[in-house]
C-alpha cells in the first residue's frame, strides 16, 4: 500500500476511533500554507488538533518521537490559522493529541496532549 493510502486509511480510522469515543469531527485536512492538520475534533469545551501517524516502524517505545518541533511548530500555527478563520471556537480549550496507528497488528494509541503550544 503507498503512502498516501495508508495514510488515509489511518486518518479515517482514527476519525471512527474519535466519533466512538464521544468526539465530534470539526474538519479533515486543514491545510494552509504553514501546515496541515489532519483531524480536528471536539470534546465538550475542547478543540483538539490531533496529528495521524500510521506506521509499523514505531515501537510504543518511541511514540514521543513522532513529531519533531518543527512539525509541532508547524501544527501549531495552522491551528492559528482555523482559531482565525472560525471564531466560533474562541472560547474553547485547545489541545494538541497525537493518535499512532499500527500497520501490523492495527493497534491504535492516542496520545492526549502530546505537546503544548508555548
Do not use: W
Not at 37 to 49: R, V
Not at 76 to 83: D, Q, V
Not at 90 to 109: G, R
Request: charged share 30%.
Amino acid at each position: 500500500m503507498n503512502r498516501r493510502k495508508s495514510g488515509m486509511r489511518g486518518e479515517n480510522r482514527a476519525s471512527l476511533f474519535l466519533i466512538n469515543d464521544g468526539f465530534a469531527i470539526v474538519k479533515r485536512n486543514f491545510r494552509r500554507q504553514c501546515g496541515e492538520i489532519d483531524i480536528i475534533a471536539k470534546y465538550n469545551q475542547t478543540l483538539i488538533f490531533i496529528e495521524v501517524k500510521t506506521s509499523n516502524v514505531y515501537s510504543r517505545d518511541s511514540l514521543e518521537y513522532l513529531v519533531n518541533d518543527r512539525k509541532r511548530r508547524r501544527i501549531i500555527n495552522t491551528s492559528r490559522y482555523f482559531l482565525k478563520e472560525n471564531p466560533e471556537y474562541e472560547d474553547y480549550n485547545i489541545q494538541y493529541d497525537i493518535i499512532f496507528i499500527s500497520q501490523q497488528d492495527e493497534e491504535i494509541i492516542h496520545i492526549k496532549n502530546a505537546f503544548y503550544e508555548v
